[in-house]
């Protein structure tokens, strides 16, 4: 079964979207991307702005991520080498002549925040933004990408209020609520803790507290702090559609120490802790993945006490489905 067929809405729920971490993208790349189910090309401009514009030239249909240039603030076209700005905008042709009015090509809403470069998928202008976050005293962000998933942004966004999961697929226990479930528009937040056998064997059961804040379907934060190691962690998820049937999850973490531990060079505990957190982290998202791939969505579901949130995220989610809001409207 394809993906678009186990779910009665949209693959591309209306939001941002991660389209490259910052790091992958330097000054003057170019590269063909596929997101929302269109061809795409993105670019750094000299100046260092991203920008996401549709992949086939206006002018007689080249693909712009396939051999095009950044010269200055626009992409060269690598057919006749007409160039076009970060607006899809049409600055120069390449025989030095005037721009034809109706060349213009399609540009996506970009921003860059917290290491990430972030599309607006949807109809008409963003309608909310996605706040940059302080990880000031924070190690560097370790990041990790898996393509061709195949699910939709709506499972892995309700996973993270999916408390009876938690326990059967993650291995955590005495999972509690500290804060229920609110949102406010796009965003949702809610926060739990749970505890863990240790990962080293000797070392005190994991005790961890869970801030998650959610805006929209593709961009997820969550605030861990872990008060049994001293530690904190600051973790992303972001989960991009990209043709229909999968999408691109990527996450990111970074963490400091609030221990005695805090006092050794930060370089020193970041080469020492970080390529294990980093490896634990992954861990623990892959192992929604199998179940992510062959289920569908079941609505309404058949709740009990113990799942969790999980209705009252699904009236949020709804929201980000257009073609449900139409319906909704018209009812
Ligand atoms: S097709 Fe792009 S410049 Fe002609
Ligand atoms: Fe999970």
Avoid at 7 to 22: D, E, K, L, N, Q
Wanted: proline share 9%; glycine share 10%; charged share 20%.
């Amino acid at each position: 079964m394809t993906g678009p067929n186990r779910f009665p809405f949209s693959p591309f729920p209306t939001g941002w979207y991660c389209v490259a971490f910052s790091s992958e993208l330097a000054v003057g790349e170019v590269r063909p991307v596929t997101v929302f189910g269109r061809e795409a090309v993105l670019f750094r401009s000299a100046s260092g702005r991203p920008a996401l514009l549709d992949a086939f030239c206006p002018h007689m249909g080249a693909h712009l991520g396939h051999g095009g240039t950044v010269e200055g603030e626009s992409v060269r076209c690598p057919m006749h080498a007409f160039r076009f700005d970060a607006a899809g905008e049409c600055v120069a042709t390449g025989y030095g002549t005037r721009p034809p009015p109706r060349c213009r090509g399609e540009a996506f809403p970009v921003v860059e925040r917290c290491g990430g470069v972030f599309a607006w998928c949807g109809p008409g202008a963003p309608s909310f933004d996605v706040p940059p976050h302080d990880l000031e005293a924070f190690s560097p962000l370790r990041t990790k990408t898996w393509t061709g998933l195949r699910s939709h942004p709506q499972e892995t966004t309700e996973n993270s209020v999916d408390l009876g999961h938690l326990s059967v697929v993650h291995g955590y226990e005495d999972v509690a609520v500290i804060d229920p479930l609110h949102t406010d528009g796009p965003y949702l937040t809610t926060r739990y803790r749970m505890s863990r056998r240790p990962l080293v064997r000797g070392t005190p059961t994991i005790d961890a507290r869970f801030h998650i804040h959610v805006w929209g379907l593709g961009y997820s934060f969550v605030e861990v702090d872990v008060p049994s190691h001293g530690m904190q962690t600051r973790q992303y998820v972001f989960a991009t559609p990209t043709d229909g049937d999968t999408i691109t999850l990527r996450i990111a973490m970074s963490f400091r120490f609030v221990s005695a531990l805090r006092r050794l060079p930060a370089r020193l505990l970041d080469r020492l802790v970080g390529p294990a957190m980093i490896r634990n982290y992954e861990n623990d998202v892959s192992q929604d993945f199998d179940i992510w791939a062959n289920k569908r969505y079941v609505h309404p579901p058949a709740l009990a006490e113990g799942d969790g949130p999980v209705g009252k995220y699904r009236r949020w989610a709804r929201q980000f489905y257009p073609e449900l809001a139409i319906a909704d409207a018209a009812e």
